[in-house]
């Protein structure tokens, strides 16, 4: 045991030393001498070895009354990719305080939804991350101010509030304890050579680990948009979003270092959770490197990913809308797909206001498409069924596709719903709950790659194959698509 604490140190010891900003997020250093701590890349000298403390998590090292650094901003780094990886308890509860679970529902919300009892999730966050549920999500709440702050012109009590503080009070105290900075004197800082965002939006970055191949990713998210909820327009994706206080529309846009991201909620409490699903839908917390040395592990992989490393999964901002779209685009074209999933947006879909672009309206919630008549669906009865069961059982809450799903069980109850195949589980899994490891064995372009790289084409025998892909089949899955001459591949032209 002490030689795998000596190990984890001294690797900790070598990524700060060598300013490794792939392990930003993984892990953070506290410096005993200024009561800082930072990210691995940050550009200062490195401290003694014998000032260094290790936390796993930034909520930890404040809860040791470190401060966050001001030249590196830890608080601003890409997330721990194990808490997208993983589907144990502490990933699931890791998601669900991203997703605000905690500031709405408290801790006994956040163990309901895990199934767990409050003390055991406590126990269970407390012994790997070195903080409990309140201080990981008070970490977040701090962010989240942080970013209000420098990014809106907010009055700070309104800021307080939309960042999920209680009362103006607790929001400056934990701002100066955590920046060692008022709010005030944050703002006056953010402001020096910064340029206003457009009225009543939120401009900010969302970091990533490099490489990142936005091809595949935008240009499947673009291929697939469905009209007046998605769009392409300026070199940005822009969607509307359905959020726990309201709705919003962002604007993502892939530059060389970040994602430029472009915000417009009716409601400023929503931030946090917004910012938590475009970067799931970016697949933004993915550690690239250890996923590609593996796959090129493999030398039908090799070359491709040589080609065009660091290609993401695009996922999507709500898994009960895209296991919705996935039924609708079974056996159909793109195109086909896309016109269904249009029609039911137009018929049930809550309309938004779009001054900045052509965004008409928000994909329905599943206890409005439950009054749909199956008559009205354009394509076979056998699918009509599949459809209308699907909805039923979302609306009921009898399957959860949420950011904190079990992902075995979800596989489960999807597949003993009529009408949904290895191809739809699969394809939910990997892009609504987001498993790294789902595998789409049995879809055309899959096979039509398979056969053009002289793998196995025949499913079973491509999954046999696949093995030694795990747990990235996922990321496998991308590259595959790659082969092709689709528009998924391809981010369109200005």
Not at 129 to 147: D, E, H, M, S, V
Not at 357 to 383: I, N, Q, Y
Not at 461 to 483: C, E, G, K, M, N
């Amino acid at each position: 045991m002490l030689v795998c604490v000596y190990e984890c140190i001294e690797r900790c010891v070598r990524a700060v030393q060598s300013k490794d900003a792939r392990f930003d997020g993984w892990f953070f250093t506290a410096v005993l001498t200024t009561r800082i701590y930072c990210r691995p890349s940050c550009p200062v000298a490195p401290p003694k070895v014998e000032n260094m403390r290790f936390y796993p998590s930034a909520a930890a090292a404040q809860q040791a009354g470190f401060r966050a650094c001001k030249r590196c901003r830890p608080d601003a780094s890409p997330g721990s990719p194990e808490w997208n990886d993983r589907a144990d308890l502490v990933a699931r509860a890791m998601r669900l305080i991203g997703d605000g679970v905690v500031d709405r529902e408290g801790v006994p919300g956040l163990a309901t939804k895990l199934g767990y009892s409050v003390r055991q999730v406590q126990r269970q966050l407390q012994a790997e991350l070195g903080a409990g549920p309140l201080a990981l999500a008070r970490a977040q709440r701090a962010q989240t101010a942080r970013l209000l702050i420098e990014t809106s012109d907010l009055q700070m009590a309104d800021v307080a509030f939309a960042a999920g503080f209680s009362s103006v009070r607790t929001f400056n105290e934990t701002v100066q304890e955590v920046f060692a900075l008022s709010p005030t004197e944050l703002r006056s800082r953010a402001k020096r050579g910064t340029h206003p965002s457009p009225p009543g939006t939120i401009s900010l970055r969302l970091p990533f680990r490099a490489p990142l191949n936005p091809d595949n990713l935008f240009g499947h998210l673009i291929a697939t948009g469905v009209p007046g909820v998605e769009e392409w327009r300026d070199g940005a994706y822009r969607r509307t979003l359905q959020l726990p206080h309201g709705h919003g529309v962002v604007a993502l846009k892939p530059m060389p270092d970040h994602i430029a991201c472009q915000l417009s909620l009716t409601d400023q409490r929503d931030l946090a959770i917004a910012i938590s699903r475009c970067r799931r839908m970016l697949d933004l917390d993915a550690d690239p490197v250890a996923v590609d040395d593996l796959l090129q592990t493999d030398p039908v992989l090799a070359p491709l990913i040589r080609k065009a490393p660091g290609r993401r999964v695009p996922r999507t901002v709500d898994g009960a809308e895209f296991a919705v779209r996935a039924v609708l685009g079974q056996q159909v074209s793109t195109a086909a797909a896309r016109t269904h999933a249009s029609r039911l947006v137009q018929a049930y879909g809550e309309p938004v206001d779009d001054p900045a672009g052509g965004l008409t309206h928000l994909f329905p919630r599943m206890d409005a498409l439950a009054g749909l008549d199956p008559e009205t669906l354009a394509f076979p009865k056998s699918r009509r069924t599949t459809l209308t069961t699907l909805i039923g059982t979302l609306a009921a809450g009898e399957i959860d596709l949420g950011a904190g799903a079990d992902w075995d069980e979800a596989r489960e109850r999807l597949a003993a719903l009529p009408g949904i195949g290895p191809w739809t589980v699969e394809s939910i899994a990997m892009r609504a709950l987001g498993d790294p490891d789902a595998f789409v064995a049995s879809d055309l372009g899959i096979r039509y790659a398979a056969r053009d790289l002289g793998l196995p084409e025949a499913p079973k025998h491509l999954i046999a194959h696949a093995r030694a892909w795990r747990p990235w089949r996922a990321y496998a899955v991308q590259y595959l698509w790659a082969t092709g001459d689709h528009a998924i591949n391809k981010i369109p032209m200005e």
